[in-house]
């Protein structure tokens, strides 16, 4: 009786969970890597800059500002018709020249720096018969428009573009693309699989990151909870590699390559042993030690799971993890 109820209670709370909240209102498109929300806009017989502002203005957004190379991309993939445009009046985005400005000043119209250009050739924006304050992106007929294909230029704003791009921005993402956010330590991680100390080092610096640093009971259970590979094993190098580095004998003689204190230990009683005298790197019992052939259990087996030992750096780990501030 007490099993059947428990049972009707697990089902009961797994249908009644929420979806998570999408990022965007409904007709908007997501883009991770900018961490915004995009909307196409078009009328019969062309858009002009008027009635684009005003259709974004009503759906929630403004005419779309650009500030890398992977934003424009992504407006180029959502706002490409693959039509054969003829007119040379391809995507309006939010890009003007205000009254009195020089000729090569431009200001996005949501307020946001204009911190990135990508004009189609040296001579634009040129102006050309004084009337050419808003911005278009070459977004079709790549045959027709080859060298200013995806690039920019300034053009009539009351002319009739194919289409043009709405943005609402949500803000600066907290972590890069790929990255796992966890707000409670204000941290991005990401693992790297197959690597060495050495290796691990560099692989996190060129990815702008540290290998990572561990500061609370809280964060060593999110890193297990994050690198565990959740069945026993029977190697040592299957336990992840953290960036821990010894500097002498004791348990507190250590740094972490990312600069921070070295101000919370978890090591597994005995540890740092120093084995062989040859032990300078950290990794975390993530997993727990099985029956396997090759290895005994390390000592004091029943308490070292979650706990670190010192081993050395020169092996393959299995995983190593690695850490920047979230912004
Ligand atoms: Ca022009
Ligand atoms: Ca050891």
Known sequence: MFRLLLVSQLVAISVTKCPPRPLCPSGWSYSAEVN??????????????DSATALCKEAGGQLASIHSAEENNVIIDLANTGRNVTTGYHTLVGGVRKAGASLKEFTWTDGSPYDFQFWHSPQQPDNRAGI??????????????????????DAECNAKFINAVCKISLGQAPCPVGWTYQQAFKSCYKSIDSVTFVEANAQCKGMGSQLASVHSNEENAFIIEFTKLGRNISDYEAQPLLGGMRTGTGAKDWTWTDGTPFDYLNWVDGEPN??????????????????????????????????????PCDVKYRI???KQPAK
């Open 36 to 49: 915004s929300c995009f909307k196409i806009v078009s009328k019969d017989g062309g858009i002009d800059s």
């Open 132 to 153: 050419q304050n808003c911005l278009q992106i070459y977004t079709s007929n790549q045959a027709a428009y080859p060298s200013a294909f995806t690039r920019w230029d």
């Open 274 to 311: 120093n084995a062989g005298g040859k032990e300078s790197c950290l990794q975390v019992y993530t997993d727990r030690w099985g029956l396997g052939p090759f290895r005994a259990a390390p000592p004091g087996a029943l308490n070292y799971l979650n706990r670190w030992n010192d081993y």
């Open 320 to 322: 190593a993890l690695c």
